[in-house]
C-alpha cells in the first residue's frame, strides 16, 4: 500500500514537470524552449511629450521545432498612441530552430507620447503569436508580456506676470516677476536676468540676476529687484529684454528668451503757497515738486465752509514741467471775519478803522482746500487736493457783508468826494481867469482914450 503510493506521487510529480515545461512561461517568453522576444532598444532613452519614441525588439527561436507566421503586436496605452502611418503589428515568417542572437528577427514601432505627458515610467502590452508543425498537428503558441518605458517631461518656464506695469522716474521701486514651469518636468539651476536696452531701467542694490536652484513642474516662484529710472529718462514705454537659462535631463544648458514692456512716468505732485491778496483778490503760488511733467493743469477753489468765491472758481495754467510753478488769482472772501478775533463783525470793523490786518491763519481760521487736476504722461487724469493758509486782510475780508463791504461802500465814496472837489477846482480856477481876463479888457479900454488927447 506504502509502494503504490509513491510510485502514484512519482508519476504525478513527472506529470506536471513536462506539463510546465509546455506551457508558457511566466518571465514573457512564448514556449521559453522555443520562443523568445526582448526589447533591445529605445529611442530615444526616455520618451518626450509630444514626441514620438521607437522601440526595437528582437524575436529569436531556441527551441528544436521551426516556427512560422510569428506576429508581434503592441498595444498602446496612455500616454503612448499609434502614430500616423505606423502599424503596431509586425509578422516574421519563418524562424529556423536554435538561433543564436545573430539570427534573431528585429523588429521596429513607433508611438507618438502625449503632449501633457507627465514625467514617470508607464507600462505598455506587446503580445506574441507562433505556429509550430503543419496541417491538423500544428499548434498556436500566445503570450502577452508588460514593457515598461520612462517618460521624461517637458522642460519650459516662462514668465506669467511682472507686479507692476509702471514706476516712477528716480524713485526706488520693488519690480517682481513670478516664473511658472509650465513644463512637465523639473528644472534645475535656473538663472534669470534682464536689461533695458536704453539703460533707462538698472537695478540697485544689486546686479541684474537671480539663481532658483530647484523649480518642480506648475510650480511658481517670485524673483524681486530693487530698480529705479535714470531721473533724465523721458516718459514712455520701455522694453525689457528677460533671459531664463537652466539645465536639462541630460545637463545641458538651454534658454528662453522673452521681452516685457515697462512704463516710465506718470503721477506728480505739486506745492501751493499764498503769494498776496489785494482788493478782494489773491494770488496763489502752484508749482510742480515731482519729477514728471503736469500737462493741461487746472487750479479750482471748491464749494468749501468759510470761504466765498465771486466770479471763475477755476482757471486753466497750462503745461507744467517739474520744477516750474505758476501764479493762479481768485476772488476769494471769508465768510467767518466774525470770527476771527473772538468777538463780533463790529469788532473787526473796529480793527480794520484802527490800522491793524486781521489775517485767516490767526485763532479760529480755516486753510483753504485747493484742487490741482492735470494729465500725466499715461494720458490720464489725475485730481490732487491741496490746503493753504490764507493772510487776508480785513479789507478783503467780509462775513455777509459786515466787514469788507462797509470798507468798499468807503472807498466808493472817497472816490465820488474826490471827484466832486477835483470838478469844483476846475470850475473855481475857471471862473477866477474868465475875472482876471475882463478886468484887464477893462484897463486897456480905459488907456486908449489919453493917448488920442495927446
Not at 509650465?182 to 535656473?190: R, V
Not at 477755476?314 to 507744467?320: A, C, D, E, H, W
Not at 476772488?331 to 478775533?341: D, M
Not at 463791504?405 to 476846475?426: D, P
Amino acid at each position: 500500500m506504502r509502494r503504490f503510493s509513491l510510485l502514484t506521487i512519482l508519476l504525478i510529480l513527472l506529470s506536471v514537470i513536462s506539463l510546465a515545461g509546455a506551457a508558457p512561461g511566466s518571465n514573457g517568453n512564448i514556449d521559453s524552449s522555443s520562443l523568445q522576444m526582448n526589447l533591445t532598444n529605445q529611442n530615444p532613452d526616455s520618451a518626450r511629450p509630444g514626441e514620438p519614441v521607437e522601440l526595437t525588439f528582437s524575436v529569436q527561436n531556441v527551441g528544436n521545432n521551426d516556427l512560422k507566421d510569428i506576429t508581434v503586436t503592441v498595444e498602446p496605452e496612455y500616454p503612448f498612441t499609434r502614430l500616423s502611418g505606423e502599424s503596431l503589428e509586425k509578422t516574421v515568417s519563418y524562424l529556423n530552430a536554435r538561433q543564436d542572437d545573430n539570427d534573431a528577427a528585429i523588429l521596429k514601432f513607433k508611438m507618438l507620447t502625449d503632449s501633457n505627458a507627465s514625467e514617470g515610467t508607464y507600462e505598455i502590452k506587446v503580445t506574441t503569436a507562433s505556429k509550430s508543425g503543419s496541417g491538423s498537428s500544428s499548434t498556436t503558441y500566445t503570450t502577452t508580456k508588460t514593457i515598461y518605458l520612462e517618460v521624461r517631461g517637458k522642460e519650459y518656464a516662462q514668465i506669467v506676470t511682472i507686479n507692476k506695469a509702471n514706476i516712477d522716474i528716480a524713485k526706488e521701486e520693488t519690480l517682481e516677476f513670478i516664473i511658472t514651469n509650465t513644463g512637465t518636468s523639473p528644472l534645475k539651476n535656473m538663472v534669470v536676468s534682464w536689461k533695458d536696452p536704453k539703460g533707462v531701467i538698472l537695478p540697485v542694490y544689486s546686479d541684474n540676476t537671480r539663481y532658483i536652484k530647484y523649480l518642480k513642474a506648475d510650480q511658481s516662484v517670485n524673483v524681486a529687484y530693487s530698480v529705479m529710472a535714470d531721473i533724465n529718462a523721458n516718459p514712455g514705454l520701455y522694453p525689457l529684454d528677460v533671459n531664463l537659462s537652466f539645465e536639462d535631463y541630460e545637463s545641458n544648458e538651454k534658454n528662453i528668451q522673452t521681452t516685457a514692456g515697462l512704463f516710465v512716468g506718470g503721477e506728480t505732485d505739486f506745492d501751493v503757497a499764498f503769494s498776496e491778496s489785494a482788493a478782494g483778490e489773491i494770488s496763489l503760488s502752484v508749482a510742480n515738486v515731482g519729477n514728471n511733467m503736469a500737462y493741461s493743469v487746472k487750479v479750482s477753489v471748491p464749494k468749501q465752509d468759510g470761504y466765498r468765491v465771486s466770479g471763475s472758481s477755476s482757471t486753466i495754467v497750462g503745461n507744467l514741467e517739474k520744477g516750474d510753478y505758476t501764479i493762479a488769482s481768485f476772488n476769494v472772501a471769508s465768510t467767518q471775519a466774525a470770527g476771527v478775533s473772538g468777538g463780533s463783525a463790529s469788532g473787526t470793523a473796529k480793527a480794520s478803522a484802527e490800522g491793524g490786518n486781521i489775517t485767516s491763519t490767526s485763532r479760529d481760521s480755516n486753510p483753504l482746500k485747493i484742487q490741482i487736476e492735470y494729465t500725466d504722461a499715461k494720458g490720464e487724469r489725475i485730481t490732487v487736493d491741496k490746503e493753504v493758509e490764507l493772510e487776508l486782510t480785513s479789507g478783503n475780508m467780509t462775513a455777509q457783508g459786515a466787514t469788507g463791504n462797509n470798507g468798499g461802500l468807503s472807498s466808493y465814496l472817497l472816490y465820488i468826494v474826490l471827484i466832486v472837489l477835483a470838478g469844483g477846482a476846475f470850475v473855481y480856477r475857471k471862473k477866477i481867469q474868465e475875472k482876471i481876463q475882463a478886468r484887464k479888457e477893462k484897463q486897456s479900454g480905459s488907456k486908449k482914450p489919453e493917448s488920442r488927447d495927446n
